[in-house]
């Protein structure tokens, strides 16, 4: 079944002149021209204090593209031609009234909008704030108004719930897109059909059949210009709480009774909220931390993490976590869930690992197999290489019984022609039509703040600084310490298995 085109909308983005519109959101809406999910009656209107009139941002944006495609193939771009004639700007600052009352004058009451806010989170609450108070949020029969907000949504749990009584305030939750993007990765989206429509895979799914998972997302970038917001901010909040936390719902959810977006949402919130919250004591032992030394990075020599500019040379933020976590849920009763995130390591790689208990060993046990039979895994990847693959045992040939692992692959790229997507064509298009299923509901990111607070709340007072791992490295040695004390090992980053049984990179 194919998806029907977007109903008319006039997307407006605050922030317009931002990284986010020209390497994300346009390049995202062209490629939805191109799949003619969108039409002629999709326009923008972007926002931005730089002064500057329609061409202004038409051009920033050609110039952004033909660095991006080439200039010949931008100039032939039928999808980009007819996109950008829709596209237009007004110079203002968004904490002053008669910018919003130009936005309601250039839409009129009859149009149908959404609001993107691609701007720091200081002013989230202020701009949603000033559409209500303009009537800008205002939905009558057949008009719908909804606002789209990025990450990161607070900074703890009692900030994150500020905001969110204070948005909620002026708009319904139905108008509320809290937007994290590894949501719009076609894997991601896939990991429900993956367990739902597969009874050999859902079958399995619960602490009888499954020891551990481990959830990864690694970078191999360092901080570079971004030391200012990163060094308060740090890779707990960055990460966790948002992108690792919505890997995790997906893992760990019950089987919603219909794929109704909030049927979902209720069983996504559900996971959250079972997410067991540590005492202090607990958290120290459940939570380790690192920052990246100096040395050398894919051939280049990285200064250290206190070392960036815009950096505290006495900075305690770290840019490495790993968390060992527990949903007290009857299916996930005692199997512990591994989380970690970092710069500058080995591999830009997000996967979650799926380790199932070992065999019983009764049929091997007078043979050298019983002392290296690996558990069975099944890894899904969500970045870069999109697909998954389950690691099983088979006998290799000869007389003695003698086992290899191996892997059956599967990568979406070899089955399907996914084109260059940024991620944000599933959600764009979602928030155009109204589905609810991919964003994040009030409930579930207050829930994901609960269950990381201990260890906010522990490393604020800690007068200690996160221990130092070398660049390209697969993080700090305390990682490791926190997995094999209970006897398991970090799944290597970047690493396949291959059909003869050798690991490669």
Same mark, same amino acid.
């Given at each position: ?267 996504? =919130? ?44 006495? =900075? ?147 007068? =200690? ?41």
């Amino acid at each position: 079944m194919h998806a029907a085109p977007t109903p008319p909308v006039t997307l407006v983005i605050f922030g317009a002149t931002g990284d986010l519109t020209r390497r994300l959101l346009v390049p995202a809406i062209i490629n939805l021209t191109r799949q003619r999910l969108v039409g002629e009656d999709l326009n923008i209107l972007g926002i931005g204090i730089e002064p500057g009139d329609d061409e202004f941002l038409r051009g920033r944006l050609d110039a952004f593209l033909n660095h991006l495609n080439g200039e010949e193939q931008t100039e032939k771009d039928e999808a980009w031609e007819s996109l950008r004639q829709r596209i237009s700007y007004m110079s203002g600052d968004f904490t002053r009234e008669d910018v919003f009352v130009e936005i309601g004058e250039r839409l009129g009451p009859n149009a149908n909008a959404a609001f993107y806010l691609a701007v720091p989170p200081s002013f989230f609450g202020t701009i949603v704030e000033k559409l209500a108070a303009h009537g800008l949020t205002d939905e009558s029969d057949g008009v719908f108004r909804r606002v789209a907000i990025e990450k990161p949504f607070g900074t703890d749990l009692a900030s994150a719930r500020a905001l969110n009584a204070q948005i909620l305030a002026q708009v319904d939750e139905s108008q509320v897109y809290r937007l994290d993007h590894f949501l719009g990765k076609e894997t991601v989206q896939n990991l429900m059909t993956a367990r739902f429509a597969n009874m050999i895979i859902e079958s399995l799914w619960n602490s009888r059949y499954i020891d551990h998972v481990q959830i990864t997302a690694a970078e191999i970038v360092d901080v570079g210009s971004r030391g200012k917001f990163y060094d308060a901010t740090g890779a707990l909040r960055d990460m966790v709480p948002n992108h690792l936390f919505q890997l995790l719902a997906m893992i760990a959810m019950e089987p919603p009774n219909s794929f109704d977006a909030e049927a979902i949402r209720n069983e996504k =919130s559900k996971v959250l909220k079972a997410l067991r919250i540590y005492t202090p004591e607990e958290a120290r032992t459940h939570g380790v931390r690192g920052a990246y030394a100096a040395g050398p990075l894919n051939g280049v020599e990285l200064s250290a993490y206190r070392d960036s500019r815009d950096v505290s040379p006495d =900075s305690r933020t770290e840019t490495f976590v790993a968390l060992k976590l527990y949903a007290d849920t009857w299916r996930w009763a005692g199997v512990p869930f591994y989380l970690r995130t970092g710069k500058a390591m080995t591999a830009r790689d997000t996967e979650i690992v799926i380790t199932f208990q070992p065999v019983p060993f009764a049929q091997f046990r007078e043979t050298e197999v019983n002392r290296r039979l690996p558990p069975n895994r099944l890894v899904i990847q969500v970045q870069p290489d999109e697909g998954m693959s389950m690691e099983i045992s088979i006998k290799s040939p000869g007389l003695s019984v003698d086992t290899t692992p191996v892997s059956l692959d599967f990568r979406y790229a070899d089955k399907f022609d996914i084109g260059k997507t940024t991620g944000y064509e599933s959600l764009l298009y979602d928030l155009f039509i109204g589905d609810q299923t991919l964003f994040q509901r009030a409930d579930g990111i207050e829930a994901g703040w609960a269950a990381v607070q201990p260890f906010l709340d522990i490393w604020a007072g800690d007068a =200690s600084t996160p221990e130092a791992y070398a660049p390209g490295s697969m993080g700090p040695t305390c990682a490791d310490e926190l997995i094999e004390r209970d006897g398991r090992k970090w799944h290597e980053l970047g690493v396949i298995l291959h059909h003869e049984g050798k690991k490669d990179k």
